[in-house]
C-alpha cells in the first residue's frame, strides 16, 4: 500500500501541499484522518514531533519567562521543543508507570509556569484525569506528547485529545512512520491558528481565508508573525496515510499480545508490573517489569538474554540513553543556541530552576530495575507462550 500511495503522488506531480486545492492535498488529507480518528477540531501535519511540539509551545502563547514541566523520562526533542520556545523547562519526576508523577507535577508548579507536557512514554497513558485536573486548577496549557504512543487512548479517548494539544511523530523509529513527519491536534482555535502561521513563514500567503473553512475567522486574531518551515511534503504524507490506516488492526494484535503475557506472569512474586493507569488504552509493544534490586535485575536480564528473550534494563548499566533526564547534557549545564539568548538567563525569567544528575532518584529507581521486552506483531501466541516461561523459569532463578 505504501507504494501504491507514493507513486500515486508522483503521478500527480504535486509534492507541495499549497499551492493547488486543498481537497487533493495528501497533508490535508491525513490532517482529517486524524481529526476523525481522535476527535479533534484541527489537525496541523508537520514534518516532524519535534516540530509539532514547538508549534504547539508557541500556538499556546508559551514564551521567554515561562516555565514548562516536563517528565524526567522522556525523549531529549520534548525539552528541546520547551528550549527552542525561549521557556524553561523543569524536570518531574516519573513514577512506577514510567509517565509523569501526578504530585510531582503539582508540587513543581510556580507563579512561572505556563505549560505542562504528559509524555505518553512507550505506548503507555499518563495519568491524564489527576494530571488535567491539576492542571486545570493553576490554568496551565497542557500539551501531550504522544510521539510514542499513536494509536493509544485514555479511558476511551485518543491519545492527543484529552490536553489542549496533542502532538505525533512519524518518524522511523514510531509505530507508524513515514521516515519523518509530525501531527498537531487542537480543537483550540488559537492553538491552531498560531502554530499554522508559525509552522510556514509565508502561511497567510498561501491563497485567501487559510482560516476560513473552520468558520471562526472573526474570534481569532491571527496577525501574521515569523515563522519556520515545518510543512509536511505531500510524499510523506501518502506514506504517513498508508501505515496509519494499520493503525487499529495492530494496537489489536498487540493488545491482545501483551494481555496474554501479562496474565501468564502476573503471579510470579518476586517481579513487579510496570503500573498501567489505563490498560485498555496501552499500545502494548513495551512490556516492562521491576525486580527487587538493580543486581537482581541485570542478573535477571543477562538470564532471560540466554532463554532467547531480546530485553534489556532500561537504563543499560548508565548506557547514555537519550530518554533519561541525565543526559540531557545540554540541558542539565543550561546551554542555548547563544548566551545572549538563553532562557535561564532571559531578563524576562523571574524564576529559578537548578539541574542535577541524582535530582530524580525515584525515576532512576525504577529505570534501573526495570526489565523491558520489545513486542511486535509479527509475534505469535505461540512466541508469547515461550516468553513467559522463559520469564518464569529465570524469575524461579532470581
Ligand atoms: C520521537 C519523539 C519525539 C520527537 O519526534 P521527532 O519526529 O523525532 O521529531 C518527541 N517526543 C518523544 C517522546 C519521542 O519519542
Known amino acids: 500500500m505504501e507504494k501504491e500511495y507514493v507513486l500515486r503522488v508522483l503521478q500527480k506531480k504535486r509534492l507541495f501541499r499549497y499551492g493547488g486545492r486543498q481537497d487533493q492535498s495528501e497533508a490535508y488529507a491525513l490532517e482529517q484522518m486524524y481529526k476523525e480518528r481522535t476527535n479533534v477540531k484541527h489537525g496541523l501535519a ?105 494509536g493509544g487512548s485514555y479511558k476511551g479517548r485518543a491519545l492527543g485529545s484529552l490536553g489542549h494539544a496533542g502532538c505525533l511523530s512519524f518518524q522511523q523509529y514510531k509505530l507508524v512512520t513515514a521516515g519523518e513527519g509530525g501531527m498537531l491536534l487542537t480543537s483550540d482555535d488559537s492553538i491552531y491558528a498560531r502554530a499554522s502561521i508559525y509552522h510556514d513563514s509565508a502561511f497567510t500567503f498561501w491563497g485567501n481565508n487559510r482560516f476560513a473553512r473552520w468558520g471562526t475567522e472573526s474570534s481569532v486574531d491571527f496577525d501574521p508573525f515569523p515563522g519556520e518551515n515545518y510543512r509536511m511534503s505531500e510524499l510523506n504524507a501518502a506514506l504517513a496515510m498508508a501505515q496509519s490506516q494499520r493503525i487499529d488492526s495492530l494496537v489489536d494484535r498487540l493488545q491482545r499480545l501483551k494481555g496474554r503475557i501479562v496474565e501468564g506472569i502476573r503471579d510470579i512474586p518476586n517481579i513487579r508490573l510496570q503500573r498501567i493507569p489505563d490498560p485498555a488504552g496501552d499500545v502494548s509493544y513495551s512490556l516492562v517489569f521491576y525486580l527487587p534490586t538493580v543486581a537482581q535485575a541485570q542478573r535477571f536480564s543477562s538470564e532471560l538474554q540466554q532463554e532467547g528473550i531480546p530485553n534489556g534494563t532500561i537504563d543499560n548499566n548508565g548506557f547514555a540513553d537519550r530518554h533519561i533526564y541525565k543526559n540531557w547534557t545540554y540541558v542539565m549545564n543550561k546551554v542555548a543556541i547563544s548566551d545572549k539568548d538563553n532562557p535561564w538567563t532571559n531578563e524576562h525569567y523571574k524564576g529559578h530552576v537548578e539541574y542535577a544528575p541524582d535530582m530524580c532518584p525515584r525515576t532512576l529507581d525504577w529505570l534501573s530495575r526495570a526489565i523491558s521486552v520489545s513486542l511486535h506483531q509479527s509475534m505469535t501466541d505461540e512466541d508469547a507462550d515461550d516468553l513467559i516461561e522463559a520469564v518464569r523459569k529465570v524469575a524461579a532463578t532470581i
Open 46 to 150: 508537520v514534518n516532524a514531533g519535534t516540530s509539532a511540539l514547538i508549534s504547539a509551545l508557541i500556538g499556546a502563547g508559551v514564551g521567554p519567562g515561562d516555565e514548562v514541566i516536563i517528565p524526567s523520562y522522556t525523549y531529549i526533542a520534548t525539552a528541546t521543543a520547551v528550549l527552542i520556545a525561549r521557556a524553561v523547562p523543569v524536570i518531574v519526576e516519573v513514577d512506577d508507570s514510567l509517565t509523569m508523577d501526578p504530585q510531582a507535577f503539582e508540587a513543581a508548579i510556580t507563579t512561572y509556569t505556563k505549560a505542562v507536557i504528559p509524555v505518553h512514554m512507550r505506548g503507555v497513558p499518563c495519568q491524564m484525569d489527576e494530571i488535567l485536573a491539576i492542571a486545570d486548577k493553576a490554568s496551565l496549557t497542557v500539551i501531550e506528547d504522544v510521539a510514542q504512543a499513536n
